[in-house]
């Protein structure tokens, strides 16, 4: 094409590049998001909306964010911004979980030997260190994703404040009766030397040694069968946990089951009849005569010899004895199991525990005294076979309770702990709820869990199954970091002090000084002068040194938002929140811990909904660790992809199911991407000049197509802002992805590229095209913020400049042409916009009506003010060559158009590979169609040409069998190539004084 000629054509321009450099560019976006304070002018720019308060779950501070933690904040973060965009004054406050084992653990490795030589306080400190040191290192790490908060005052639990808030939490328990302090079998970790919640077991599987040993039945045994008289009687117990039996102190027998006396060689052994033939194989007692059967209930009571202790063993009942593997026998140790415990709380049984914190077996016999349990099973064995008591043994693998901290295998140990009792009456007037005076802690929990929205729904059964079974809350450990029971217990006694006015004066110390000062001489100077034990008189105190569960801090956590000191200007949190959202662990953590402690202080579950997202795996199905070596790091995908690769990667997922992550899926949606990005830089690159102020055409003057694609995009639009609500981000995704390659790329933007490039640029067609597309490119910057964070800000600078109306609130009075020019101006940044309504994406009505606050005098207002936004609102009467149709039937004309438009490029295609054209413009097609057909592209006939991107189209009403209605033929063009447009015309030439030319660039040849 001759130089003057391609100058006379409007070609694309934009700054915008293609190639994104996200890596390069993210933290420049970054930081300055951070010098103009965003997240700031977005709370007060949404000041005064509906709150929507969505509460962060405080992940650990021991080590670097993975894949999993960046789903959950880039989930979070588009819950929050949608939100937003929506109108809502969504607030988002990170909080960090900074007590606990595994941060103490690290640290005892650090210090070693040094640390029995340092105060509390200062170990404490060096934990604090620890804690902070990944507190800031996650914080820059959920920032370099793109995620918005209060990074820079976030709740830790090792704030002064939040300390005071777990404590005053227990302080509510501990004042209205829920607390107890108790000798309990608990969970124990003798790794870690402290007890060990629900929550912190883990089962794995496990050898161990399983012995069968026989207790000889001390009295008459005519007592149960009168055909036992003078018999030599015994019964069988069988146990995976030799180590247990010096500890054990009952047989327990199922009351109702049947058990059998069965005879061989001389002695009769009791077992359960259902498992007699079995036990009697494994014992090696050959052939056996059943002498008696009797239910269990007749052995309560009876006394046996304990196989190697001088100690009577009593024969006790309980329904837990199951038939299903064993002899039907169970040998019970009171300090040693759960169950075993409560039996021995019915029948007045020792429990003490003779297995110290280290798990060392003590006051025993000399052959196992001093040994760790594992190393205790042998010698035990040998003793009990010593004794003649040993009938077998064999090695079991099986499912046991283990550390989830340090993996090993854990053991049940009676110890004093703390407990809130899940069965303290809780009657009705605590919290307002239904129900009735017999409700206890768990019963009321129970129905509060139903009122919460459940998503996936599932979690409702699940949670209530865990809380109906679980037993009482053992909140007490004994370790150094974390909040302290701060409590003082009488030195006489033993017994705790519960006087409200010492719990404040503690609380306020804490608040004051964080929970440090518990291990300062400051604490004891609370206790008045005078103080007496209400239990013995006793005026000596010494302070408790367990700490708390840390899942009783982290289940505070919303208590210590709410309650902490606000900014000036910055609105109270309500109660409940609206929504938590963390994995499935959280079930047996965190969700039912801040659901205990809500129903403690208030009453009520702290939450509205719960989502749970689920696990990351890589693409074999295996679950993600760095140890395998099979982990996606997000940090790493950040630097050499972009942070917006792990966001869009986020959205790709439907994050309910367990979801892949891997290397070529990050690539995959690099690829993706780019398409988008694609999309933005051609709306970009055909605004240049393009002033909406002056040039924008009003919706009913504008072409038919773009008319079409307007009310498509309200389609689109109206898609994505319900998948927000349901957040269905992976339909967005795909949407998205559709819209931009299919609609826009391949249909829209290819048929426009005629009317951009062609046409003078002020001419009426080309300021119709741009303004559809600037429209387009408005809605699509606004709808995608709140995945594609940082390109959506990119984008938003490129887009035209416009000024910012002179009128705000008063708009009712203001004059048409003022509520025009309010609908142009724009925020600073994309994410103090709001979601666009069909009527800005048309361009049909001001703004400057919309109701209600908004912060952006804009493009688009919340639907948190509108909730009853629909696609198919109001479009004014257009007035268009097609003006006597309803705009539904017109789209039904489209959606025809563009599948003939599919047969047109199919047949230019087959042409092409014949070799009968080169270009599509070299074409002229001929077009049979059938009758309903040919009068809708009849009605369109002079845009067909364009719309297929061909020199001409005859139209022919026809039979058009066999291929959908229509008939597609293909034949060169007529005429000569006109050197400006590529169109071929048979007027090319006419014009003397740009003879190589059409007669439509003539024209605008001459306009110039
Ligand atoms: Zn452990
Ligand atoms: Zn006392
Ligand atoms: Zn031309």
Redesign the pocket.
């Known amino acids: 094409m001759p130089l003057e000629l391609k100058s006379t054509l409007n070609l694309p321009k934009t700054d915008f590049s293609m190639k994104a450099n996200l890596p390069h560019n993210e933290p420049k976006m970054l930081a300055r998001w951070e010098q103009m304070g965003l997240y700031e002018s977005i709370r007060r720019a949404r000041k005064g909306s509906p709150r929507y308060v969505l509460h962060d779950g405080p992940p650990y501070t021991s080590g670097p964010i993975h894949l999993g933690t960046a789903m959950n904040k880039c989930l979070k973060d588009f819950i929050v911004k949608s939100k937003t965009m929506s109108g809502f004054d969504a607030p988002y406050v990170p909080g960090w979980d900074c007590h606990g084992l595994p941060i103490e653990i690290k640290v005892d490795k650090e210090l070693g030997g040094k640390k029995l030589k340092m105060r509390p306080t200062d170990v404490r400190a060096e934990c604090r260190k620890y804690a902070q040191k990944y507190l800031d290192l996650q914080r820059e790490q959920f920032k370099r994703v793109g995620v918005f908060g209060r990074f820079d005052r976030p709740y830790s639990t090792m704030t002064p404040q939040y300390e005071s808030v777990v404590l005053e939490t227990f302080f509510s328990f501990y004042e209205n009766d829920f607390v107890y302090k108790g000798l309990r079998a608990v969970y124990w ?1 003798m ?2 030397e402290t007890a060990l919640a629900e929550a912190e077991v883990e089962y794995e599987n496990h050898t161990s040694s399983t012995v069968w040993v026989k207790y000889a039945l001390l009295d008459d045994p005519a007592k149960i069968d009168p055909a036992l008289a003078g018999q030599k009687v015994s019964t069988i117990i069988w146990t995976t946990t030799p180590w247990t039996l010096p500890a054990s102190m009952a047989v327990a027998f199922h009351p109702d089951e049947e058990y059998a006396a069965i005879e061989s060689c001389g002695e009769v052994y009791i077992v359960a009849s259902k498992l007699a033939k079995e036990a009697a194989e494994k014992c090696g007692l050959g052939e056996t005569r059943a002498l008696a059967h009797f239910p269990g209930r007749k052995l309560e009571r009876l006394n046996f010899q304990h196989p190697f202790l001088d100690r009577k063993v009593l024969g006790v009942l309980a329904d837990y004895v199951t038939m299903d593997t064993g002899t039907g026998v169970v040998h019970t140790a009171p300090s040693h199991g759960a169950e075993d415990f409560s039996t021995g709380v019915k029948y007045g049984l020792d429990a003490t525990s003779h297995v110290d914190e280290k798990g060392i077996l003590r006051d025993g016999l000399p052959e196992y005294d001093g040994m760790r349990v594992w190393d205790a099973n042998q010698p035990i064995l040998d003793l009990v076979k010593k004794r003649g008591a040993l009938l077998h043994t064999e090695k079991t693998e099986h499912s046991y309770p283990h ?1 989830w ?2 993996h ?1 295998p ?1 053991i049940f140990r009676a110890t004093e702990q703390w407990f809130i009792s899940m069965e303290t009456p809780m009657p009705v007037g605590s919290g307002g709820g239904r129900g009735s005076d017999n409700d206890t802690l768990r019963t009321r929990t129970l129905e509060e869990i139903k009122k919460v929205k459940w998503d996936p729904a599932w979690g409702e059964e699940r949670l209530s199954n865990m809380i109906e079974t679980r037993p009482d809350w053992c909140i007490s450990r004994q370790r150094v970091w974390g909040v302290p029971i701060a409590v003082f217990l009488c030195e006489s006694c033993g017994k705790p002090l519960n006087d409200r006015s010492i719990n404040r004066k503690v609380v306020e110390l804490f608040a004051r000084s964080g929970a440090d000062a518990w291990f300062t001489p400051e604490s004891e100077n609370l206790l008045p002068a005078g103080t007496k034990c209400p239990h013995c008189g006793s005026t000596k105190f010494e302070k408790e040194t367990d700490i708390f569960d840390v899942w009783l801090e982290s289940g505070a956590s919303y208590l210590a938002l709410i309650s902490e000191e606000k900014m000036a200007d910055e609105p109270e949190y309500p109660w409940p929140s609206d929504l938590y959202l963390e994995g499935g662990d959280q079930y047996r953590g965190w969700f039912q811990s801040s659901l205990l402690c809500a129903m403690g202080t208030r009453a009520t579950p702290p939450y509205r909904g719960v989502v749970t997202p689920g696990w990351t795996l890589d693409e074999t199905g295996r679950a993600m660790s760095k140890s395998r070596g099979n982990d996606v790091d997000p940090v790493d995908i950040a630097s050499r992809l972009g942070g917006e690769i792990v966001r869009l990667w986020t959205a790709s997922v439907d994050f309910r199911e367990d979801v892949v992550g891997s290397e070529a899926l990050m690539q995959r949606v690099g690829e993706n991407y780019k398409k988008i990005r694609n999309t933005f830089r051609y709306i970009l690159s055909n605004l240049s000049g393009f002033d909406p102020q002056k040039d924008a055409v009003p919706f009913d003057q504008m072409e038919a197509l773009d008319q079409y694609m307007l009310r498509e995009t309200c389609a689109f639009a109206a898609d994505v802002r319900r998948w927000y609500d349901e957040f269905a981000f992976h339909r967005i995704y795909q949407r998205v992805n559709h819209f931009c390659i299919v609609d826009l790329s391949a249909f829209y933007f290819d048929v426009l590229k005629d009317r951009l490039y062609i046409f003078a640029p002020h001419s009426q067609a080309r300021r119709s095209a741009q303004t559809a597309i600037w429209r387009i490119g408005e809605a699509l910057v606004r709808l995608l913020a709140p995945i594609m964070t940082f390109t959506c800000e990119e984008v938003w600078q490129h887009l035209p400049k416009v000024v910012a109306a002179p009128i705000d609130a008063d708009v009712e009075d203001a004059n048409v042409e003022d509520a025009r020019l309010a609908a142009f101006a724009r925020a600073e940044s994309v994410h103090l916009a709001l979601f666009p309504t069909d009527a800005d994406i048309l361009g049909t009505e001001s703004r400057a009506s919309a109701p209600g606050p908004s912060a952006e005098k804009g493009f688009g207002k919340g639907t948190a003010l509108e909730p009853a936004l629909s696609a198919s609102r109001r479009v004014p009467s257009e007035r268009t060559n097609n003006g006597a149709l309803a705009p539904e039937a017109r789209d039904g004309d489209w959606a025809t158009l563009r599948s003939v438009r599919d047969e047109v490029l199919k047949a230019l295609e087959e042409a092409r590979n014949n070799k009968l054209i080169g270009g599509g413009l070299e074409a002229q097609v001929l077009i049979t169609a059938t009758d309903a057909l040919y009068s809708v592209l009849r009605r369109y006939e002079d845009q067909l040409r364009y719309l297929f991107i061909v020199s001409a189209v005859t139209l022919a009403q026809g039979s058009g069998n066999g291929t959908g209605g229509v008939h597609v033929e293909v034949k060169k063009a007529d005429g000569a190539k006109c050197e400006r447009c590529w169109n071929y015309s048979t007027h090319v030439g006419e014009d003397k004084t740009y003879p190589t030319v059409c007669e439509r660039c003539s024209a605008v040849l001459k306009e110039l």
């Open positions: 970790c790794h870690d550390c901290r340090c090993n854990v």
